[in-house]
């Protein structure tokens, strides 16, 4: 029985990373979709593959989440706090999805194992929850948009000996390669968490585990990068053309500055959320142009995704759990 619940989970995780991948394609392609500088038959396929190798390129953000964040129970009562995590994070990035809101799987997925790991009688480490869940949460954003700004600006002064035309034309090279390393930062990232959930639900099936196995973190790996291919296209349209006007020049400032972020906080296993980073980079590089520029009930309505998030797969998890406690 346990053996299969294990298996259940597993199922669940590689869902959950195909459903990371699908929700969160706009962070790689919205801005190179919307200032037509790659279209979606290359862009998605570039996105996933690009994903896949960097899901595989570390394992640190893997080992936060499954060995640091949460204590959790062995046998059947782990495992039914891993799958009622998955099952209120992935619930929730389908509500966002339909939505159009750019919201985070991370946070979306770390919610849901605190949740369920305080209904399961578990422990969460606050003190790691703190360091490298809330302090990056918030300060990524803030530093994304921050260096778009600059960097932007820096941009715009470069090039005023030329047509702005000129510049854009330029700029739509760099801009794919620029959306090339924010899909690889995005597989770094977010690839590896689907890794640390499986670890947790190895080590809750009593099995030894040393380090990420190899085929957990190909198969993570392979599940981001197929969601990432099908791509879901409502909330790459907010990103690209709701928050704010959108061309090769400004996707290329806000895309460089999310790849920097999320690179670096990786090195330090810090499971920051590329939807956050890249959301705040892009209205960074447009706000050069004028506040008015971002759209603020957009804008409103994302905060509020964002807010809520975490608090709302936390509770679902805890719900999913304790049911599925009272039927068993």
């Given at each position: 029985m346990q053996d299969t619940l294990l298996v259940v989970v597993v199922v669940l995780a590689l869902a959950f990373a195909w459903m990371n991948g699908f929700h969160d394609a706009s962070n790689a392609v919205a801005t190179s979709l919307s200032s037509a500088t790659l279209t979606a038959r290359v862009a998605l396929p570039l996105a996933?593959?690009?994903?896949?190798?960097?899901?595989?390129?570390?394992?640190?953000?893997?080992?936060?989440?499954?060995?640091r964040l949460v204590d959790v129970p062995v046998s059947s009562p782990g495992l039914g706090l891993v799958a009622a995590a998955l099952?209120?994070?992935?619930?929730?990035?389908?509500?966002?999805?339909?939505?159009?809101?750019?919201?985070?799987?991370?946070?979306?997925?770390?919610?849901?194992?605190?949740?369920?790991?305080?209904?399961?009688?578990?422990?969460?480490?606050?003190?790691?929850?703190?360091d490298l869940v809330l302090v990056p949460m918030v300060l990524s954003?803030?530093?994304?948009?921050?260096?778009?700004?600059?960097?932007?600006?820096?941009?715009?002064?470069?090039?005023?000996?030329?047509?702005?035309?000129?510049?854009?034309r330029r700029f739509k090279i760099a801009q794919t390669v620029s959306a090339s390393a924010v899909a690889l930062g995005h597989g770094l990232q977010d690839g590896q968490k689907t890794m640390g959930v499986i670890v947790i639900a190895l080590a809750a099936g009593g099995r030894a585990v040393d380090g990420v196995p190899l085929w957990v973190r190909v198969a993570a790996a392979v599940a981001l990068g197929a969601g990432t291919v099908?791509?879901?296209?409502?909330?790459?349209?907010?990103?690209?053309?709701?928050?704010?006007?959108?061309?090769?020049?400004?996707?290329?400032?806000?895309?460089?500055?999310?790849?920097?972020?999320?690179?670096?906080?990786?090195?330090?296993?810090?499971?920051?959320?590329?939807?956050?980073?890249?959301?705040?980079?892009?209205?960074?590089?447009?706000?050069?142009?004028?506040r008015r520029e971002i759209r603020w009930a957009v804008v409103r309505r994302i905060l509020l995704a964002w807010v809520l998030t975490p608090f709302a797969t936390a509770l679902g998890a805890a719900v999913l759990y304790m049911a599925g406690d009272l039927v068993a």
């Open positions: 996933g593959a690009l994903n896949v190798v960097g899901a595989l390129l570390g394992v640190g953000v893997a080992q936060t989440i499954g060995t099952v209120a994070a992935f619930g929730w990035n389908v509500v966002t999805w339909s939505l159009g809101l750019p919201s985070s799987s991370s946070h979306a997925l770390i919610g849901g194992l605190s949740g369920g790991a305080l209904a399961a009688g578990g422990a969460v480490q606050l003190g790691v929850v703190r954003p803030v530093v994304g948009f921050a260096l778009a700004w600059l960097l932007m600006a820096a941009i715009i002064r470069s090039v005023r000996e030329v047509t702005y035309g000129t510049a854009r099908v791509g879901g296209g409502r909330i790459i349209r907010t990103l690209g053309r709701r928050v704010v006007p959108v061309d090769p020049v400004s996707g290329f400032a806000a895309e460089s500055v999310s790849a920097v972020v999320l690179a670096g906080t990786a090195v330090f296993q810090a499971p920051v959320s590329s939807t956050h980073t890249v959301t705040a980079s892009i209205m960074g590089a447009g706000s050069t142009r004028g």
